[in-house]
T-cell receptor, first 112, second 114 residues
Framework: GESVGLHLPTLSVQEGDNSIINCAYSNSASDYFIWYKQESGKGPQFIIDIRSNMDKRQGQRVTVLLNKTVKHLSLQIAATQPGDSAVYFCAVLRGSNYKLTFGKGTLLTVNP | NAGVTQTPKFRVLKTGQSMTLLCAQDMNHEYMYWYRQDPGMGLRLIHYSVGEGTTAKGEVPDGYNVSRLKKQNFLLGLESAAPSQTSVYFC?????????????FGPGTRLTVT
């Protein structure tokens, strides 16, 4: 099976700082990883994904890093803004099993 | 393009009552999912479907049934609601031949069972 763990359930940063949210997974055969953002009262929203044949992928103000050796995934948000305040989930998919396994989420709070 | 929609947004049931939650997607996705989200528990998969006419059990299927008679719709049924089913329910869909495997979520249904 697969389990997805969380390093910190909450993270508080100052506006303008960079944020790093971490995630660990258990199954070395996992090959697809996604980060979601969930604002209060809304459904999870896709942010960025990465496949196991990559170590890094960049989007707009976000970067995902994948370390397959230690089965660790991180989401970096540059110049964090108040609108980035939300719960962030990592999710992991393995092979042809199209079921995602979700972590429990990190609540990011951005202080003005 | 509305994405994934859910009906209703809120519902209060008494113990033993039944109801059906409707999920619709207009992205021509093959796969659809029902999750529940409880405080501190993250998202847990109830049932899922990999195509029209097919359904399968997820992590927490007891007390729920599903049907996928049309590709764009996925229904979640509670035959006899229990207080333990008080939760926020999310529907998601994924995968088309032109897209990837990321799941797109609806806005959620907040269900309270008294």
């Amino acid at each position: 099976g697969e389990s997805v763990g969380l390093h910190l359930p909450t993270l508080s940063v100052q506006e303008g700082d960079n944020s790093i949210i971490n995630c660990a997974y258990s199954n070395s055969a996992s090959d697809y990883f996604i980060w979601y953002k969930q604002e209060s009262g809304k459904g999870p929203q896709f942010i960025i994904d990465i496949r196991s044949n990559m170590d890094k992928r960049q989007g707009q103000r976000v970067t995902v890093l994948l370390n397959k050796t230690v089965k660790h995934l991180s989401l970096q948000i540059a110049a964090t803004q108040p609108g980035d305040s939300a719960v962030y989930f990592c999710a992991v998919l393995r092979g042809s099993n199209y079921k995602l396994t979700f972590g429990k989420g990190t609540l990011l709070t951005v202080n003005p | 393009n509305a994405g994934v929609t859910q009906t209703p947004k809120f519902r209060v049931l008494k113990t033993g009552q039944s109801m059906t939650l409707l999920c619709a997607q207009d992205m021509n996705h093959e796969y659809m999912y029902w999750y529940r989200q409880d405080p501190g528990m993250g998202l847990r998969l109830i049932h899922y479907s990999v195509g029209e006419g097919t359904t399968a059990k997820g992590e927490v299927p007891d007390g729920y049934n599903v049907s996928r008679l049309k590709k764009q719709n996925f229904l979640l049924g509670l035959e006899s609601a229990a207080p333990s089913q008080t939760s926020v329910y999310f529907c998601a869909s994924s995968y088309s031949t032109s897209g990837g495997f990321e799941q797109y979520f609806g806005p959620g249904t907040r269900l309270t069972v008294t």
